[in-house]
């Protein structure tokens, strides 16, 4: 019987944690997120791109925030941390995205 590595709960906890980020940002920013997953040129390297869209149409924006980038890479993380790192930093774009919308209704 195979034994489960320790490294395993880690990447259910980044992948659970990527989730959250996400639905936590949606319900704060009226935005929902849309991920793909497409395999690249080069063998054994996949694209992710997490893209942010807007709830309601927005200043005819056809998405509010969008972040790609390739597994495995330069940098050594597993794939559950590159996910949640790619959401996270999506998150945050999305949240900079809001301030402007808010002050700028504030001016108005």
């Excluded at 395993?8 to 949606?26: I, K, P, S, V």
């Excluded at 920013?29 to 149409?57: C, I």
């Amino acid at each position: 019987m195979a034994h489960k590595k320790s490294t395993d709960n880690g990447e259910y906890e980044f992948t659970r944690a990527a989730y959250d980020e996400l639905r936590d940002c949606e319900v704060s920013n009226d935005v929902t997120f849309v991920l793909s997953l497409e395999p690249t040129g080069q063998r054994g390297v996949w694209a992710l791109a997490v893209v942010a869209l807007p709830v309601e149409g927005t200043d005819g924006l056809a998405y509010v925030a969008r972040l790609e980038g390739s597994w495995p890479n330069a940098m050594a993380v597993s794939y559950g941390a590159f996910l949640y790192q790619a959401c996270h930093r999506c998150c945050r774009m999305v949240e900079a995205w809001s301030k402007t919308k808010q002050e700028e209704a504030t001016r108005k």
